[in-house]
């Protein structure tokens, strides 16, 4: 039974989540703020599953108590709020967030989010080889370390996981709804904004090699070295 912390300084918000978390069988903790979420999570005593987290709020914002959490966890987090903008959604990404929700929301829609979340987390697995390497970039899969040309980069955990879907599929034409299907769960709920948000991330941290991503017009992608 997951244990869910919603952070949300809308008590009404923070309700409905729980409503229909409770429903779906889950255990809910809440926060009021982003320094409450923070001294939560720093517990010994809490153990969380998944966090839900609001952006705007008092005392510490969604995106300062994410960039907090990432500090000392890696707690799956979704990111739920009123600015659906390219940038706050790259910016939340970059921070290591999961998942990026825009209110309104369906709340249906929400728990099967979260149910997708925690079943990809339960349900994760590396590859039978220790690490992949092509010139300068090496995948190390026991410690889901890359490094570009010697250097760590720092990747978000989905930003790892399409990758690895990647490069254990090199060479291989991958349509878009196969990465979202594949990376994502079969029960995800987003759009292709998600996908090319990770891929231009992605590129971004590889740097030169970059160049491995091969862009499919009206397919989508391929990792080739």
Known sequence: MAHILIVDDEPQIRLIIKKYAEFEGYTVSEAADGKE??????????????????IMMPEI???????????FSSVPIL?????????????GFELGIDDYVVKPFSPKELTLRIHAILARSAHKTD???????????KIDYTSRIVTVNGERVELSPKEYDLLY??????NIALS?????SNVWGYDF??????LDTHIKLLRKSLKEYNKFIVTLR?????FEC
């Open 61 to 71: 914002d969604g995106f300062t108590a994410v960039n907090k959490i990432r500090e």
């Open 176 to 180: 878009r709804d196969k990465l979202i």
């Open 189 to 194: 709920y987003g759009d292709d904004r998600t």
């Open 79 to 91: 990111m739920l709020s009123a600015r659906g903008e390219e940038y706050d959604r790259i910016r």
């Open 165 to 170: 879907y990647l490069v254990n599929n090199k």
């Open 127 to 137: 590859s039978n080889h220790d690490y992949f390497c092509a010139e300068g970039l």
């Open 218 to 222: 009206g397919v989508g992608y391929r």
């Open 37 to 54: 979420a923070v001294n939560l999570l720093k517990s010994e005593k809490n153990k969380f599953d998944i966090v839900i987290m609001d």
